[in-house]
């Protein structure tokens, strides 16, 4: 029974409102919010003095990206940085790779994962919570730069001109909802199986059936992924290009050929060990790919490594909480640009650390550095190539304060050459794996 203690009493609604009274510039304050919203009501435009767009280390990029109304910013990402060296190697002015071929098999590979997942499981009760999570993944778009690399070490690449985006693949929502019904159904269907007494053996036959039919969906919604083709260009001196019958795989072997091992994923999660090598082999849904893991460095680490990588002239995948102190319009990340404490008078400072833990912070977003500004051999701020088009930010550059670089910024993907001494033995190390409900899901 609820006792008067924990109920909210009228007198307790009396003492809040005589202290909404007593706070100064209370009225003003309401009428700026309720006109203007929260966001706009609490910028600092002081704050712009340091945001200006000049960097003193800058990797030439050319035209950005756009992922749409997809989740797929993880494929984007690892895309954008390899086509970078793509352009610049074949002297060649906004190229793409089709993120709807690898998105094809992201989807097919998800499905077979979360059937697999639900055979292994089936036996368990209906509550049991690895098998909630499971059935709660589901196939979403979503993913790791971990997965992007073993997608293109399985499938290869091909140019976007071969497999050019659909609407359904710009657009994702609608086929999320086809997916994951079709895959309720045959998880419920797996699960009365087993509970009928078939077989392993029987549950993975009805599994390739049920794939039979998810790759048909896939088709009609992004296209029949080519087996062969011709690649031909025109390089920036005008020269023409043209190489037959390629397949994906041997197109990234010739054009692009990366070899994803030699790159390693410093973390900053403070709500975990430290100098440790975590792994999430919940979200390892291509079988025998590369593994995610995570050196646990802290920020500075991340930082030095960047830095290195943007001085030899290679951009960065960054995973961060893209959400946060953002201006998507103007292209602001900067938490000193937005004032949301002050404008309530009420103190909304969460260590890195908390943020994990209470899970008010996670990894929604990856992005690529393509820039630094360093004054006194200190960081100030980073120059951002964001996947969300050309018609936010500065033709969809984003610039970012070095402070929401500290709150915000969780993992970058660096080349080992770059890492300290420190980070190598950790990546020595055995991997601690995480379960599936851990803050860095």
Known sequence: ???????????????????YEQTPASASLGRAVQENGVIAASR?????RGLNRVFSIEVETGAVTAQKKSGRCWLF???NTMRHEFEKKYNVKDFQFSQNYNSFFDRLEKANHYLEEVIRLADRPSDDRELLDVLNWNDNDGGQWANAAALIDKYGVVPQSVMPETFASDQTSDLNSSLNLKLSKDAMHLREMKAAGKSDEELRAYKKEALSDIYRMLVYAFGQPPVKFDFEYRDQDKDYHIDRDL???SFFEKYCKRNFDDYVCLLDAPDHEMDQKYGLPSQDYIYNGKHIEFLNVGTQELKDAVIASLKNGETVWFGCDVLQDLDRQKGYLSSEFFKQGELFNVDLELSKKDRLMSRNGEVSHAMTFTGVDIVDSKPTKWKVENSWGSKIGDQGYFVM???????YVYE?????????????QINHQAKIDLPAWDSLR
Request: proline share 2%; hydrophobic share 30%; aromatic share 12%.
């Open 1 to 19: 029974m609820m006792t008067k203690e924990q109920d909210i009493t009228y007198q307790d609604l009396q003492k809040f409102n005589q202290d």
């Open 247 to 249: 397949t994906p795989k």
């Open 401 to 407: 304060s070095d402070e929401w670089f500290d709150k």
């Open 44 to 48: 600092n435009y002081a704050a712009k």
């Open 412 to 424: 970058v993907i660096i080349n080992q050459k770059y890492i300290s001494e420190r980070a190598k």
């Open 77 to 79: 990402a690892t895309l």
